[in-house]
């Protein structure tokens, strides 16, 4: 069992930047692929991110060369560092975990609250 929680959301402004926070609970977090989805209204959840237990590291066509995600397994926490944010990027942004994910929602086991992010143009 896993718990997620989510921190780093916020107003910001398009092309400014946020770092969003995954601090996990439970065990073997270093075991677990991560996640970072995003939902806005009216839209399916949408892939973003995410980061193996090997670290090798996926991002969705719409964040490539914008978003970072990147881990620390001595902390239980994974990060997703966004800069040149677009009023396109407002969602809630959520974490999730699996020992077996990949870039599709339905395959992550855990999921945190979520996180506001508000981009105004």
């Known amino acids: 069992q896993v718990q997620l929680v989510e921190s780093g959301g916020g107003l910001v402004q398009a092309g400014g930047s946020l770092r969003l926070s995954c601090a996990a609970s439970g065990r073997a977090f270093s075991t677990y692929n991560m996640g970072w989805f995003r939902q806005a209204p009216g839209k399916e959840r949408e892939f973003v991110a995410r980061i193996t237990r090997g670290i090798s590291t996926y991002y969705g066509d719409s964040v490539k060369g914008r978003f970072t995600i990147f881990r620390d397994n001595a902390k239980n926490t994974v990060y997703l560092e966004m800069s040149s944010l677009k009023p396109e990027d407002t969602a809630v942004y959520y974490c999730?975990?699996?020992?077996?994910?990949?870039?599709?929602?339905?395959?992550?086991?855990?999921w945190g609250q979520g996180t506001q992010v508000t981009v105004s143009s």
């Open positions: 999730a975990a699996d020992i077996y994910g990949s870039n599709r929602a339905y395959e992550y086991a855990y």
